[in-house]
């Protein structure tokens, strides 16, 4: 059964730091292309950062950029998001989603992955 869990988010100050996990099973995520989204309480989805399956590729939505870090670990078959000087705008759920690699599609397009998690609640406030 394909899965992916993420873990890691809770309350954090503003100007704190996370560092969110989705761990894959069923599949191995080396070949796959893996998205981080995020969906605050009456808005759309959106796209927070991306690895490429073939060269790592890690994009960055403009308002994360300098604050985010993307990285995955083939070896535990998890990839990680670290945030840092989070404000209360980042408050949502975060997801993790995976997709064939699919270098002509952008990696924003929502439609476009095969296996999403249930996410997990990040919540900046004082």
């Known amino acids: 059964q394909v899965q992916l869990v993420e873990s890691g988010g809770g309350l954090v100050q503003p100007g704190g730091s996370l560092r969110l996990s989705c761990v894959a099973s069923?599949?191995?995520?080396?070949?796959?292309?893996i998205g981080w989204f995020r969906q605050a309480p009456g808005k759309e989805r959106e796209a927070v950062t991306f690895?490429?399956?073939?060269?790592?590729?890690?994009p960055y939505a403009n308002d994360m950029k300098g604050r985010a870090t993307g990285s995955r670990d083939n070896a535990k078959n998890t990839v990680y998001l670290q945030m840092n000087n989070l404000n209360p705008e980042d408050t949502a759920v975060y997801y993790c989603a995976a997709r064939t690699h699919q270098p002509g599609t952008s990696w924003t397009r929502l439609g476009s992955y095969n296996y999403w998690g249930q996410g997990t609640q990040v919540t900046v406030s004082s």
């Open positions: 690895s490429s399956a073939p060269d790592g590729t890690t």
């Open positions: 069923g599949f191995t995520l080396d070949s796959w292309d």
